[in-house]
């Protein structure tokens, strides 16, 4: 098989006077031939214009070698030996480009190339066998490098929420679903998805050296306790406005948390270690015993220790500035945590080592940031570097060929990686870290390496939906454009999807990056719970069928998708050298701390995404000249998902009234002015139904119609219609506000090829009608989709 992003030519074919080119050669119509000599150039990628290329093209016979997605599994027997040749020379050129192409070694076929001007090239790979050649090419996309100096932050603190279409969402999350996350986590006879605030506590009796218990649940099941201790503090920082329910709800979550740290800080080890599947020994399958006493720490790839590890420092950094900084328990503890991973991780006489799963490589890139904001510029320096040298030692760190493998993203140096494959959560979370890493330490291979990946996912892998992760059985990406709807998306992947693009547009301060991360938020991560936020899905396919869960086997999910809900001022607002930016629209009131030399409380009141109104008032401390940057959104970022009509630009943009025409740059308007107090940014962003159709290459959806407004994506039910109808394109569709229905939604309506009625609901408010919710995901049977987003446009 030739994958089809390769463009191959075939001159021995050619030569034998067989027919035209032909992409794909008939094993049968070769059997009586020598093997066809065959290349393969590499994926696509892009590389800034300060840095190089890595190549790593194949010359050979048989199937060129593909990326194995799936993880190795050791018990299959060995692929046959592949057929031999001739042996080949080979040579990399140039085929087309706007400058020069300088390559470290043309005749090798693993090499580095350099450019001298940016735009497109396209770079061959020819071999030859002295009777036959045989050529593949790759593209390479060359930019300039981000800017010196990457946006800062907004640290979500005490917000306030006014918006009738985030008021809800968002107290159902804290009335309902974190309160639901704390009674699990405090049971301790869940059967299905156990291990919660009692692997702490049975691991802090050992460490007193009195008799315990086993580690209940996964090695990860510590995950789930720091996610909710991250989601309480962040929840405690909403102001209730008065919401008795919601008052009641923060109650028990401080009460919550004055039970739970001292839990969780006993059963950290002296030297800061902490993961209660080590201190203790497991329940292992069919109720035996798995004796830890001879695990040592950072020597085994699978055990999560800093998926769990990782996970704590986050909450720290929450619960941190929850409290104003004036409860430094969890920050402290955080501290030690990271100083014991720093103090025995890292180059000779330390050790080289990575974990199976990147949360830590995130984390760490997060809390080093932090740590510079809290401490002083310079001191979470090492943090990031730890991280660094973390993912430099994917693939690096192992000698043994067979423990690296794409699932975990350990197959090639994490720098020479432009196709994103393996389990979808560890990569954005990979890539998500990396993006940290260029930010803090400026290296182009990383520059390089994260906008190679975000290209190849985003318009080769990417759902509609903002979701990422196509196939089930190893949870991770699909080859490029195989999307099928019975998609995976993993709730948690929506998460590190809005983590990896939100880091890329600070990297890079480009708006198209917040055009994909609100996506995400909008489609894939809400629509994860339902509208009473007590049920949720661990994955999202496009075609739903089961009915959302009140807990799963795996509940890695169920804290993730509340901190990330919960963080919306930091979604909303960065921070730039000269002023600030808007990224989404959320109403409400923001205070940005040191953004152009002081504190300006921003402002929003809006009903986005159900109208495209939003006002912006402006509360800087004092009257000064700086630049408010306004993200203009586009739609169309993703090249997999063009919607037509296009709705673009803003209506109007007024400042205290007064029209403006500002510069558009990299998807916002610059309005610089003399800003103070009071004044307002109004703009009116463009809504409007819009169909989408995928582009071709899409196999699955050639045919197929899916309907956006604004950033949400539509699905249609069958407790609203046959939902096998045509949908033609020429149906005219209206938007309409429906105060009833399903809490209050702006519907699309449109006609059926039949003439009947068409009624879309947004996609996040899906599934909210059919089948009662169950406390497992069920098993088994197959059932059809009763709700789906791409509508059938003709018959194929
Ligand atoms: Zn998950």
Not at 26 to 47: K, S
């Amino acid at each position: 098989m030739i994958p089809n992003h390769k463009h191959s030519t075939f001159t021995r074919r050619q030569l034998l006077g067989a027919a035209a080119l032909a992409p794909v050669i008939p094993a049968a119509a070769l059997a009586d031939e020598t093997p066809q000599l065959r290349t393969l150039a590499g994926p696509d990628r892009v590389v800034m214009k300060t840095g190089k290329t890595y190549l790593r093209g194949w010359a050979g016979y048989g199937d060129p070698p593909q990326i194995n997605r799936q993880p190795r599994n050791r018990n299959a027997p060995p692929p046959p030996p592949p057929p031999t040749g001739p042996a080949a020379t080979s040579a990399w050129s140039k085929e087309s480009g706007p400058g020069e192409v300088t390559f470290a070694d043309p005749k090798s076929l693993v090499t580095t190339a350099k450019f001298s001007t940016p735009g497109t090239y396209v770079l061959k790979l020819t071999a030859n066998n002295g009777q036959a050649s045989n050529s593949s090419t790759l593209t390479v996309s060359v930019e300039e490098p981000p800017p010196a100096h990457a946006l800062e932050p907004i640290y979500t603190k005490a917000n306030k929420l006014d918006s009738p279409f985030w008021n809800p969402r968002i107290k159902a999350l804290i009335v309902n679903w974190i309160p639901h996350c704390v009674d699990q986590i405090n049971r301790t006879d869940i059967k299905i998805g156990p291990g919660g605030i009692d692997n702490f506590v049975e691991a802090a009796k050992k460490l007193r050296g009195e008799p315990h218990g086993l580690h209940k649940g996964y090695v990860f099941s510590n995950a789930w306790v720091h996610q909710t201790v991250e989601s309480m503090s962040i929840a405690l920082m909403v102001d209730p406005q008065a919401d008795q329910e919601i008052i009641k709800a923060q109650e028990k979550m401080r009460a919550t948390l004055e039970d739970w740290i001292p839990k969780i800080l006993a059963a950290q080890e002296s030297d800061g270690y902490l993961q209660t599947a080590f201190t203790l020994s497991r329940e292992g399958p069919n109720g035996t015993t798995i004796d830890t006493a001879g695990f040592k720490h950072w020597d085994r790839r699978g055990d999560h220790e800093g998926y769990v590890g990782g996970y704590f420092l986050e909450s720290a950094i929450n619960h941190y500035l929850m409290t104003n900084g004036k409860d430094k328990r969890l920050y402290n503890a955080a501290t030690k945590l990271a100083d014991c991973w720093y103090n025995n991780l890292g180059p000779a006489p330390k050790k080289a080592w990575y974990d199976g799963h990147q949360e830590m490589e995130q984390a760490l890139g997060r809390f080093g940031r932090f740590v510079n904001e809290v401490e002083g510029p310079g001191k979470g320096q090492k943090y990031i570097e730890l991280a660094k040298f973390l993912l430099d030692s994917r693939s690096r760190a192992s000698k043994d060929e067979r423990e690296r493998s794409p699932y975990d993203q350990s197959h090639l140096p994490v720098t020479e990686q432009y196709e994103a494959v393996g389990h979808s959560v560890r990569a954005v979370y990979s890539y998500s870290g990396m993006a940290d890493v260029a930010i803090g330490t400026h290296d182009v291979d990383y520059e390089s390496a994260v906008k190679s990946l975000w290209a190849n996912i985003v318009h080769k892998k990417y759902y509609v939906t903002g979701g990422v992760g196509a196939v089930g059985s190893f949870e991770g990406f699909g080859a490029e454009y195989a999307l099928p709807n019975a998609a995976y998306c993993e709730t948690c992947a929506s998460c590190g999807e809005i983590f990896y693009q939100w880091k890329m547009h600070l990297l890079y301060h480009d708006a198209k990056y917040a055009d994909l991360y609100e996506d995400s938020l909008y489609n894939g991560l809400l629509g994860s719970l339902d509208l009473d936020a007590k049920h949720f899905f661990y994955d999202n396919p496009l075609d739903a069928t089961v009915s959302r869960y009140t807990w799963h086997v795996c509940p890695c999910c169920v804290g993730n998708l509340a901190r990330t809900l919960l963080m919306l001022p930091t979604w909303t607002y960065t921070r730039s050298a000269d002023g600030l930016n808007v990224n989404l629209f959320v109403g409400g009131t923001v205070n940005v701390e040191n953004a152009a030399g002081m504190n300006i409380r921003m402002v929003q009141a809006t009903d986005y995404p159900r109208s495209g109104k939003v006002a912006i008032t402006l509360h800087p401390d004092v009257s000064k000249n700086f630049t408010v940057r306004v993200r203009i959104p586009n739609r169309a970022v993703s090249l997999l998902y063009p919607p037509s009509p296009e709705v673009s630009g803003v209506t109007s943009l007024k400042v205290n009234g007064s029209a403006v025409k500002p510069v558009i740059e990299k998807g916002y308007a610059v309005i610089t002015r003399n800003w103070k107090a009071g004044d307002k940014i109004e703009l009116d962003v463009p809504m409007k139904p819009q169909r989408v159709h995928a582009n071709d290459n899409v196999a699955t959806l050639r045919n197929k119609v899916a309907l956006r407004y604004g950033p949400m994506i539509y699905n249609i039910e069958k407790a609203d219609q046959d939902i096998a109808k045509l949908l033609g394109p020429d149906s005219p569709l209206t938007a309409e506000w429906k105060p009833d229905l399903l809490g209050g939604v702006v519907t699309i309506k449109g006609q059926f090829t039949d003439g009947s009625p068409m009624l879309a609901i947004p996609n996040y408010a899906r599934k909210n009608r059919s089948g009662p919710p169950t406390e497992y995901p069920p098993q088994g049977q197959r059932v059809a989709a009763d709700s789906i987003i791409w509508i059938k446009e003709r018959d194929a």
